[in-house]
């Protein structure tokens, strides 16, 4: 089952725009975390932010976290089309004995140079 | 790079046979990760391992099993395989067993055919 939901699916902008995602997830959380996939690689974690923060800042990558909504934003200032990739959310769902990392359907995003 | 190490990155099978797709985590790490991901499924998380013990199981079929090794790399068998199984699989490595930061392998591309 899905805990996150990145929206927009698909976004297009121009180099040196920003990119906003947005996630939102169903239940309570520990953390979330975005993470960045290139076309056929695997997925790199860029960002946790856990469930006391608000914002948190990485680069040119600022995340927020509003709980009382439960959704996150991803926010990437002055982009390049080396951005260009899809770009996840993940919350931990208890599963077993564990928390596992469950994923959103991604959004694509291309940066024209 | 992650540290995690796939192999074999693609393959190409008939329907019916059987593969083993193997991972080693990031040194030091005790807990694996399968994820498998498909279009039409999305990023779908199959088993975790910790410390050579299953942990907590996912949508993972019957015909699939996975184990983790002494030496802590592991194995993901699929068996009778159908068109339905060509995905991209996903090994993944954390150090404790639960609900933080995972690192991915850049996966193994399977195709069947």
């Known amino acids: 089952s899905q805990q996150g939901e990145e929206d927009p699916q698909a976004l297009s902008i121009q180099e040196g725009e920003n990119a906003t995602m947005n996630c939102s997830y169903k239940?309570?959380?520990?953390?979330l975390q975005w993470y960045r996939q290139n076309s056929g690689r695997g997925l790199v974690h860029l960002i946790l932010?856990?469930?006391?923060?608000r914002e948190k800042h990485s680069g040119r990558l600022r995340v927020t976290l509003d709980t009382s909504k439960k959704s996150s934003s991803l926010l990437i200032t002055a982009s390049r089309a080396a951005d260009t990739a899809s770009y996840f959310c993940a919350t931990a769902l208890p599963t077993g004995g564990s928390y596992i990392p469950t994923f959103g359907r991604g959004t694509s995003l291309i940066v024209h140079p | 790079d992650s540290g995690v190490t796939q192999t074999p990155k693609h393959l190409i099978t008939a329907t019916g046979q059987r593969v083993t797709l193997r991972c080693s985590p990031r040194s030091g790490d005790l807990s694996v990760y399968w994820y498998q991901q498909s279009l039409d499924q999305g990023l779908q998380f199959l088993i975790q391992y910790y410390n050579g013990e299953e942990r907590a199981k996912g949508n993972i079929l019957e015909r699939f099993s996975a184990q983790q090794f002494p030496d802590l790399h592991s194995e993901l068998n699929l068996s009778s395989l159908e068109l339905g199984d060509s995905a991209l699989y996903f090994c993944?490595?954390?150090?404790?067993?639960?609900?933080?930061?995972?690192?991915f392998g850049e996966g193994s591309w399977l195709t069947v055919v």
């Open positions: 993944a490595s954390s150090p404790r067993d639960s609900g933080n930061t995972i690192y």
């Open positions: 932010i856990r469930s006391n923060e």
């Open positions: 239940t309570s959380i520990n953390n």
